[in-house]
């Protein structure tokens, strides 16, 4: 059986409900301090939280230790690498992905659920969602807000939109650039989400749409 | 040799910056006149080196900066 990581640094606080959802979806998971090595896990995930009190900036202490060389060298080798909320932050902040998570447009944490437009359906991460389709996830950040100077070249995976799918100021809860709320590399190995699909894990949470998102990554790492 | 070392990290230019526009309308609702607040981000601290100007310098680049969206300048005194 496929195992992923769900690496925890001091401040992590999604990880148990994320080891939750990778097993639902039918893998093992198993949580890992970040002092810890990967070897022998297929894919890691970094859950969200508020890593190192999100001091100086979000993300940008884990992104600086050393278990962060080893999660580069999984993405190098193009096995599947996810981060939520804070791991999103922690995988701009390294440079696994392009751009910045600035604080919110307005300035204070949003907690509440949003629609997103699946933008991109062809990732290991979204391959068992349909391109365009709208799905509920909660978000739950201060700094939320994507920015990159040229975002047309960034792989957009999913859209902050309204209930029929309408990609619209309105619907953008957090002012990021193209109502960007997740992103891939290139090759789509490396997925950044601010949204929680952990959180959209179960019906008695609200929605279920999250759990494809890590059904998908499962089925991919299974080959 | 020690040196004394201050850092100031901005928000690039047309960047919003929600903790500074925060604070310009709190300080205009008690009657200033101010626009366009900033909130840099702004470090002090000694350092013991030979080569100050290019630790410095990769300090900002790995850590005190985010070059997606900061700016950054410094100065370093010698500590008598």
């Known amino acids: 059986m496929v195992r992923f990581a769900v690496v925890v640094f001091p401040g992590t606080n999604c990880d148990f409900e994320t080891e ?98 699946v933008e991109d359906a062809e990732t290991p991460f979204t391959a068992l969602y349909e391109p365009g389709e709208v799905v509920r996830m909660p978000i739950a950040h201060a700094e939320g807000n994507y920015y990159l100077d040229d975002p047309s070249k960034v792989r957009i995976v999913f859209q ?35 949204p929680h699909p952990e959180r959209a894990s179960d019906r008695f949470l609200g929605s279920e749409d999250g759990l494809r998102l890590f059904r998908s990554m499962v089925k991919w790492a299974r080959g | ?31 200033y006149a101010v626009e366009n607040l900033k909130v840099p981000k702004y470090f002090e601290f000694e350092l013991e080196s030979d080569n100050p100007e290019g630790e410095v310098e990769e300090m900002c680049r790995r850590l005190l900066a985010n070059p997606v969206i900061h700016t950054y300048e410094y100065s370093i005194e010698p500590v008598s």
Not at chain 1, 85 to 98: I, K, M
Not at chain 1, 176 to 189: C, F, M
Request: with cysteine.
């Open chain 2, 1 to 31: 040799m020690k040196w004394r070392v201050t850092v100031i990290v901005r928000l690039k230019e047309g960047l919003n910056d929600p903790e500074g526009r925060v604070i310009g309308s709190a300080l205009r609702n008690l009657g």
């Open chain 1, 160 to 194: 902050y939109s309204d209930g029929n799918g309408n990609v619209t100021e309105e619907a953008n809860p957090n002012g990021s650039v193209l109502n960007i709320a997740a992103i891939a590399n290139e090759r789509g190995n490396v997925l950044g989400t601010m």
């Open chain 1, 20 to 117: 939750r959802a990778i097993r639902k979806a039918g893998a093992e998971a198993e949580r890992v301090w970040y002092k810890a090595n990967l070897r022998d896990f297929d894919g890691v995930v970094l859950p969200g939280g508020f890593s190192y009190a999100d001091y100086l900036r979000a993300g940008v202490i884990a992104a600086r230790q050393e278990i962060m060389e080893e999660v580069k060298e999984f993405a190098r080798e193009g096995r599947p690498v996810l981060g939520i909320c804070n791991g999103f932050q922690v995988l701009t902040e390294a440079g696994l992905l392009p751009g910045a998570l600035r604080p919110n447009r307005v300035p204070r944490f949003l907690c509440r659920w949003v629609h997103l437009r």
